[in-house]
Structures are given as structure tokens and as C-alpha cells.
């Protein structure tokens, strides 16, 4: 390694091969989530105060099921790949593992309970 150069070092991806396709996968669910937040306010909101039959009815109907769960999906996996930078600057050694696995975990957690919950009441 002593023999690489500044210019070969910073030829390709970065040190980890993966900025790119991070930055990209950002991006791009920055820009869904653009497009699903106000769908899901617009479809979700005029269910809010409503009685739970009323509700079961709304969300039996595809389009606001697939909305909130998409909503939820998108939202909670970019909320991941942005907390898992966040730990990744601020964090060091043994601690940035264990943090990044417990968000990890939680985020999959919270992605399984919507899907369970949306599909409770769809079905």
C-alpha cells in the first residue's frame, strides 16, 4: 500500500466501493418519497377520527393500502440508510457495530409491523 499513489487511491468507488450506489439509492428514494408523502396525507388523512369500521372499509380498497404501505416501506428504509451514516460519522469501534445493528434491527422491525398491520386490515 505504501507504493499507491494519492491519484490511484481515489480512483473508483471510494474506500468502501459502495459510495455510489448509497448516494443513488438516497436519492432515489428521496425523490419516491417525494411523490408517497402527499398521496398518503391525501389518502390517509380524511380516515383520521373515523370509527374502525369505516376505516377497515377505506383500507380494504387497494389504492390506500398500497399507498400507506409503500409510504411506510420507502420511508423506513431510507430512514435506515440515513441513520446508518449518521452512526457511521459520529461512532467508533465496538459501538458503531453495535448501533448499527440495533437500527438495523429496529427499522426491519417497524417495516414488518406495517406490513402485519396494512395487511390486517386489508385483508
Known sequence: MVFLTDRKRATGMGAAKTGTAHFWGMTVSSVALLILVPLF????????????????????????AIVALLTFIVGLL??????????????????????????TCVSYAAIATAVFAIARIAL
Open 78 to 103: 431510507h430512514f435506515k440508510n440515513g441513520v446508518t451514516v449518521l452512526i457511521e460519522d459520529y461512532l467508533q469501534g465496538l459501538s458503531r457495530k453495535i448501533w448499527i445493528i440495533v437500527m
Open 41 to 64: 396525507i391525501f389518502t390517509v388523512g380524511p380516515m383520521l377520527g373515523e370509527n374502525h369500521a369505516t376505516v377497515t372499509a377505506y383500507f380494504s380498497h387497494p389504492f390506500p
